[in-house]
C-alpha cells in the first residue's frame, strides 16, 4: 500500500455566507504538484452527532420525520447532535429517550460515519441500543415523531421501503446486520 500524497497546504480560509445556522467558507489550497484550487466548505463545528439503532423484542425500532431538505417524511433512526460535555452513550442515551421514549442499558458502538466529506466535516457515530425500557424525555421536535418497529428477521426489506434511503441510515443498517451476524443472532 502506497502512501497517501502530502496533504495541500490551506492558504487562505475566508468565510463567504452565513445564514442563521450555517457558514460556508472558501479554503484556498495549494498541491504538492504545485496546482492551487478554491473549494467550499461548511464551516466546522467541532461537534458530532450519535444514530441509535435500537432493537427489543426481535424488532429495529424506527422514526417518521419530516426533512425539509427533501419535503417529505423520512423513515431512519434516531439521532442527534452531541451536547458539549456530553460522551457518545450519553447523547445516545438522551436521543433515544427523546424521540421514542426508550432507555437503554447496554449501548455499543458499531462505527464512524462521514457524509459527503469534500463539503462536510461532520461525523456520525452509530450506535446499538437494547436492554431497552421505557423512560420519556422531552425533546425538541415541532411534533411528535411517529416510531415504527421493524422485525429483525426482514432487515433488508427495509431498503425496498421509499421513505428509508437517507444514507447514513442505510449504513448504519448494514452495520448492525453485521453486528447481529457476528453475535450468531441472524444469518445472512
Do not use: H
Not at 415523531?145 to 429483525?152: D, E, S
Request: proline share 6%; charged share 30%; glycine share 6%.
Amino acid at each position: 500500500m502506497k502512501n497517501p500524497p502530502k496533504k495541500p497546504d490551506i492558504l487562505n480560509v475566508e468565510a463567504v455566507a452565513r445564514s442563521r445556522l450555517f457558514t460556508i467558507e472558501a479554503v484556498d489550497l495549494a498541491f504538492s504538484n504545485g496546482e492551487r484550487r478554491v473549494y467550499e466548505r461548511m464551516k466546522p463545528s467541532g461537534r458530532e452527532a450519535v444514530m441509535i439503532v435500537p432493537i427489543v423484542d426481535n424488532q429495529l425500532i424506527l422514526i417518521q420525520e419530516y426533512a425539509v431538505g427533501l419535503e417529505n417524511y423520512e423513515l431512519g433512526f434516531p439521532k442527534g447532535l452531541i451536547d458539549p460535555g456530553e460522551s457518545i452513550f450519553e447523547a445516545a442515551e438522551r436521543e433515544l429517550k427523546e424521540e421514542v421514549g426508550f432507555g437503554a442499558e447496554k449501548l455499543e458502538t458499531l462505527g464512524k460515519l462521514t457524509m459527503a466529506p469534500s463539503y462536510f466535516s461532520s461525523k456520525m457515530n452509530i450506535v446499538v441500543a437494547e436492554a431497552l425500557y421505557e423512560e420519556k424525555l422531552e425533546g425538541d421536535e415541532p411534533e411528535p415523531l411517529i416510531v415504527r418497529r421493524w422485525p429483525l428477521d426482514n432487515l433488508l426489506a427495509l431498503l425496498e421501503e421509499p421513505d428509508f434511503c437517507e444514507a447514513r441510515n442505510v449504513s448504519a443498517l448494514f452495520l448492525v446486520r453485521e453486528w447481529l451476524v457476528k453475535q450468531g443472532r441472524l444469518s445472512y
